[in-house]
């Protein structure tokens, strides 16, 4: 035996990727896909001839889902694209505080305490509104890797 002590890093990670690879040609309108290393949702798809090297190629048209930007990306139809794992969340606001931050309630009764309100001047004030008003309002977080935002709002009714 070893007189020698280990010391193991506890940040383990169960290694479920962030994205996983869909053929390009598989890609439809209102779809995911990874452009330039950013989550984006597809909204134009449009697909060319077989050409003289032999492939139909995709030109992808989307929106970044966190910060809007549009982008583009050219892809041979027949290889693989890599597409986010996109996850909505709904959690009941607790808080709102004046950092810009939330306190969210989870399904679990924990509270989520590391989100910022949304850059979305429309949904920030139906939250803010909302919440001055005393109404329960139940937020819907995106996320995909490893981001996420606050990207819609319901009201329940008042407390």
């Not at 970044?64 to 606001?93: A, M």
């Amino acid at each position: 035996m070893s007189d020698e002590e280990h010391h193991f890093d506890h940040k383990a990670d169960a290694g479920a990727s962030k994205t996983f690879p869909q053929q390009a040609g598989t890609i439809r309108k209102n779809g995911y896909v990874v452009i330039k290393g950013r989550p984006c949702k597809v909204v134009e798809v449009s697909t060319s001839k077989t050409g003289k090297h032999g492939h139909a190629k995709c030109h992808f048209v989307a929106i970044d889902i966190f910060n809007g930007k549009k982008l583009e990306d050219i892809v041979p139809s027949s290889h693989n694209c890599d597409v986010p794992e996109v996850t909505r969340t709904d959690y009941q606001l607790i808080d709102v505080s004046e950092d810009g931050f939330v306190s969210l309630l989870t399904d679990s009764g924990d509270t989520k305490d590391d989100l910022r309100l949304p850059t979305d001047e429309q949904l920030l004030s139906t939250i803010k509104d909302g919440f001055a008003e005393g109404k329960d309002l139940i937020l819907t977080v995106m996320h995909a890797m490893g981001e996420e935002q606050i990207c819609a709002v319901k009201d329940i009714g008042k407390n």
